[in-house]
């Protein structure tokens, strides 16, 4: 397994205003993923985050809106920009292991960061 | 586009009991892997189970197994003995060779005492 860990667990942020989530995880991967989980929803990709190079953003994500540093293989930070209260989700950091006892790899999650903008 | 689909928003099971997640998706790959994940209260994210489309073996991890029918293209979850900490929201979800990683609406599942 992986072990990951998110900053800050919650946070409750104004309108308008910036959070950077942080993520780190104890070994090097090559890519992280950042999620966004609505209340209520499945998760769906923001972005895909290899060191050393741009993010690669999904349909309906853009890197003003959600920029991402990913400075070693080990740490990775999302940035949620000019917040609204629809931006309000838990954000999950997430990583791929090679799967123990078998081929392939297992994507492994952090505890996620709980926003809610005001 | 791959899919993933769980028809039952929520389901309930009693202590002890057996109850059966079922998860329909939709890819034209023939090499992928499936996954069952875990959301309690707490949210976070924890890996149940997962699934080599290539291995016709059912997975199995303790009290959680797979009825995976790669024709089909079905992959429902077992859930035997339940217990009251499996309460929480199971996520199925694909992944294929290309990294596209899909999941699933969930199933919310309650454990009776």
């Known amino acids: 397994s992986a072990v990951i860990s998110q900053k800050p667990s919650r946070d409750i942020c104004q309108r308008g205003t910036s959070l950077t989530i942080q993520c780190q995880v104890d070994s090097q991967v090559t890519m992280m993923f950042w999620y966004r989980q609505q209340p209520g929803q499945s998760l769906t990709l923001i972005a895909t985050?290899?060191?050393?190079?741009?993010?690669?953003?999904e349909s309906g994500f853009v890197i003003d809106k959600f920029p991402i540093s990913r400075p070693n293989l080990t740490f990775s930070t999302l940035t949620v920009s000019n917040m609204s209260p629809e931006d309000s989700s838990i954000y999950l950091c997430s990583v791929e292991r090679r799967a123990s006892g078998g081929q392939g790899k297992t994507q492994y999650f952090g505890p996620g960061t709980r926003l809610l903008v005001l | 586009a791959q899919t993933v689909t769980q028809s039952q928003p929520e389901m309930s099971v009693q202590e002890a009991e057996t109850v059966t997640l079922s998860c329909t998706y939709d890819t034209s790959e023939s090499d992928y892997y499936l996954f069952w994940y875990k959301q309690p209260p707490s949210r976070q994210m924890i890996l149940v189970i997962r699934?080599?489309?290539?291995?016709?073996q059912n997975a199995t991890e303790n009290r959680f197994s797979v009825n995976f029918q790669k024709a089909a293209k079905s992959f429902s979850l077992k859930i035997s003995d339940s217990q009251l900490g499996d309460a929480a929201m199971y996520f199925c979800a694909y992944r294929d060779y290309g990294q596209n990683f899909v999941f699933g609406p969930g199933t919310r599942l309650s454990v009776l005492p």
């Open positions: 699934q080599e489309a290539y291995k016709q």
């Open positions: 985050a290899n060191q050393g190079s741009e993010a690669t953003y």
